[in-house]
């Protein structure tokens, strides 16, 4: 009996090595934005086609796009659009667009701010609301933790050094930072489009602010016409092998929508 | 009972020690050995010495002082435990000696009821109901306060069921004696049985200690997560546990190491509590009969 499973399990570890034709080992390295999002779309694609393992490392944008050009990694992850001195040999495909707005409670008076008026808040050179139109009432200005995609995405639109900062809070998730505006009229706070979109049409009482003139939606995300939005790109070799356009053709298609939007990114068409 | 059972549950036994052991010394080697690239980088001076926490991936572009977040989980703690603890041991000296014994069950279920809450669900609680309140009274809400606030909820329980439990042990002679010699309730509350039931006490308080220090979830709702030794209770602070949950998931090369740090240092504080309850248990096990 014991004899007759350990033959069974043998037979199996055998077939499973015969054949290295189909078992495929993809690098994947770069931005740290994106590598949560891979890491789903990854677990998706090898359950589907068991043969693949797909190895996902950290390590910035600029990494990833110099490893996949180099060869070094199959595909590189970025969350910036390439420079033109990168654009050379590697081929580059959208896979998703990140947008940031700025939220205030449903019931603040204000109905938008000016890039300085932003800046202002967040160093805490403007510290009530009547400052900025509003109501005479305390800012409560929320900040985002350290390494977050949204942190990132912010200080460096608007040039604000990390130790420039001057919250009065700091939040991690969505979660947490949706729940603190939405029960503090006079808090204020930067986030993804995608997750604050999806509350408010839940009936949480918060607000998108639009930005220079334009609407905060994933619409404008997608369209990339948002000014506080970023693509987030795969970038691949121009000479990449047959399971590599397999995968990219695979993350690129409707399939990941839903994955895409768990991580409150918006998908492009 | 035959001996070739003995022999068999003993080596299971032995083998359940082995592992329950192992893992905690598998987990504490673990965080020393992700700990080490960054004191090698860092080395330990400068978690306490850095200009403030703007932790970057390599050592050289950013600051790591931890200071203010260890002075944070101590705050957050000692006022969790002062608050607490009179209640806790208040809520068992009524059970065991004033409360008749039907309100005293229904006290006890309502108290173990507590001690089921998940955290999440305080912190909830806190950052929906607690914190708006505070919020009206001193913005920015989220602050020590709060945070203090919902540990003692949360710890409560502990100490409750344990002075309960401690003062139940006691032998029913110390009371029937003070109650001979005429002493009202109280003063035998006082005089005998809470002294006698002091190292039961004491370790349910240092027991909830290491809870409250532990305790992630809940004090990152609510405590505003801003890195500074706060000047007033309303001023939010940010403790150890809340930092390694708010970074961990992006951190890289030397942050993520230095939230190992973080981790070890926690480790140490609940170390030290362990060794204080060892110590309180020797010097009063003669004491108890």
């Not at chain 2, 010394?25 to 700990?35: D, E, P, R, T």
């Not at chain 2, 009202?184 to 240092?206: N, Y």
Request: hydrophobic residues 50%; glycine residues 8%; charged residues 15%.
């Amino acid at each position: 009996m014991n004899q007759k499973v350990f033959a069974l399990l043998l037979a199996g570890l055998m077939s499973s090595c015969s054949a290295p034709d189909d078992r495929v080992r993809l690098e994947v390295t770069g931005s740290s934005t994106i590598a949560p999002l891979m890491s789903e779309m990854a677990k998706r694609y090898e359950s589907r086609y068991p043969g693949v393992r797909i190895d996902i490392q950290t390590g910035g944008s600029s990494r990833g796009i110099a490893d996949a050009a180099s060869g070094v990694a199959d595909i590189g992850m970025s969350s910036r659009a390439l420079k033109d001195s990168e654009k050379g040999e590697v081929v580059s495909y959208r896979l998703a667009m990140d947008g940031v707005a700025l939220v205030v409670h449903a019931d603040n008076p204000v109905k938008s701010l000016s890039d300085e008026q932003i800046v202002g808040i967040y160093t805490g050179a403007i510290e009530n609301w009547k400052e900025v139109g509003g109501r005479e009432a305390p800012i409560n200005c929320i900040n985002r933790a350290e390494g977050r995609s949204e942190l990132e995405l912010f200080q460096g639109f608007f040039g604000i050094a990390p130790a420039a900062f001057q919250p009065d809070m700091i939040a991690g998730e969505n979660q947490h930072g949706l729940k603190t505006v939405a029960s503090d009229e006079n808090a204020i706070i930067y986030l993804s489009i995608g997750a604050s979109e999806y509350e408010v049409l839940n009936g949480t009482p918060i607000k998108l602010l639009p930005m220079r003139g334009v609407e905060a939606s994933a619409e404008m995300v997608a369209a990339g016409t948002f000014p506080l939005s970023r693509p987030l790109i795969l970038i691949v070799s121009s000479e990449s092998s047959a399971p590599v356009k397999r995968f990219i053709d695979y993350v690129l298609s409707s399939e990941v929508h839903d994955l895409i939007r768990q991580q409150s990114y918006v998908p492009v068409q | 009972m035959d001996s070739s059972g003995d022999r068999w549950l003993l080596w299971v036994l032995r083998g359940s020690a082995v592992i329950a052991g192992g893992v905690t010394l598998l987990v504490i080697l673990f965080l020393v050995a992700a700990s080490v690239p960054a004191f090698q980088h860092l080395g330990v001076v400068r978690f306490f010495t850095d200009a403030s926490w703007h932790p970057a991936e390599y050592a050289a572009e950013g600051t790591f002082n931890l200071w203010p977040m260890l002075v944070g989980s101590l705050l957050v703690t000692a006022g969790a435990v002062l608050i607490a603890a009179p209640l806790g041991v208040g809520a068992a000296v009524f059970c065991q000696y004033y409360a008749p014994g039907a309100v005293a069950a229904t006290y006890r279920r309502a108290i173990e009821l507590l001690a089921g809450i998940p955290s999440v669900v305080f912190g909830f609680w806190g950052l929906i109901v607690l914190v708006p309140m505070i919020n009206q009274w001193h913005p920015p809400g989220q602050s020590l306060l709060a945070a203090v606030l919902i540990l003692s909820l949360m710890i409560l329980p502990t100490i409750a069921m344990i002075s309960d439990a401690s003062m139940a042990q006691l032998p029913d002679e110390y009371r029937f004696s003070a109650e001979a010699l005429g002493l009202t309730r109280w003063a035998t509350v006082r005089g005998v049985m809470l002294p006698a039931a002091a190292p039961g006490v004491l370790t349910g308080l240092i027991l909830a200690t290491g809870r409250a220090i532990g305790e992630t979830l809940a004090v990152l709702m609510v405590c505003g997560n801003i890195v500074q030794i706060p000047t007033s209770a309303f001023e939010p602070v940010r403790t150890l546990t809340a930092n390694i949950a708010l970074e961990m998931a992006y951190a890289a090369g030397d942050h993520r190491a230095s939230l190992f740090v973080t981790g070890l240092i926690l480790t140490f504080i609940v170390v030290a509590l362990v060794f204080i309850v060892e110590k309180i248990n020797r010097r009063f096990s003669s004491l108890i009969p």
